[in-house]
């Protein structure tokens, strides 16, 4: 129960700092400073409780990698996603304003979204479950500028989601189109996955 309320939490507010300055700034450097913050300190605030993944992708990574259960799976999958409703709904409470879909080209943002999920999952699997930083200080930091780096990356490529959970709160507040939700969640669960396997085969001896 104390990780999945601390991942409901931790997806909330992520996905509610996703909404707010996405629909109060508009396009440009506010939302990724302000995504990227989020998310840094609530990994900081929760990594000590449930790893901290605030994104069913992540957790499929770490289950992949052998840190997680199944059972931690299904429940941290519950809370992300049911977070992200909740956070979407309170979004839309806050503001009247009616967003405009992101228009993709599906195979370049599938490739986007592949691309840097692969990028976060290796990042905390390296930085968070690696026997070799073990116990660092940056962690959070290093999670929170990947997804910074990807928002401004390709965020005008496929809205910058990597995260399942962030994209059905971003399809709830109309920032993508429901159409495409298959296209992100499978392009970010097997940037997941091929993080994870990846992982594994640098570090064999890393179990």
Request: net charge neutral; proline share 5%; with cysteine.
């Amino acid at each position: 129960m104390q990780k999945a309320l601390t991942e409901f939490i931790g997806t909330f507010f992520l996905v509610l700092t996703v909404g707010c300055s996405v629909l109060g700034a508009g396009p440009g450097i506010i939302p990724p400073l302000a995504i990227g913050s989020a998310l840094m300190v609530m990994i900081y605030a929760g990594g000590h409780v449930s790893g901290a993944h605030y994104n069913p992708a992540v957790t499929l990574g770490v289950l992949v990698r052998g840190r997680c259960t199944v059972a931690d799976l299904v429940s941290y999958w519950i809370a992300q996603v049911v977070a992200a409703v909740v956070a979407a709904m309170v979004v839309l409470y806050f503001r009247t304003d009616t967003a405009t879909p992101v228009l993709v080209r599906p195979a370049a943002a599938a490739l986007a979204e592949f691309l840097f999920t692969f990028a976060l999952v290796y990042v905390i699997l390296n930085v968070a479950t690696a026997k070799a930083t073990s116990g660092n200080s940056y962690f959070g930091l290093a999670i929170g500028f990947t997804v910074l780096a990807g928002a401004f990356s390709v965020g005008s490529v496929s809205g910058g989601a990597f995260n399942p959970a962030v994209a059905v709160g971003a399809m709830i507040l109309h920032l993508l189109p429901w159409s495409n939700l298959p296209l992100y969640v499978v392009s970010e669960f097997a940037g997941g996955v091929a993080a994870a396997l990846a992982f594994r085969i640098i570090n064999p001896n890393d179990r």
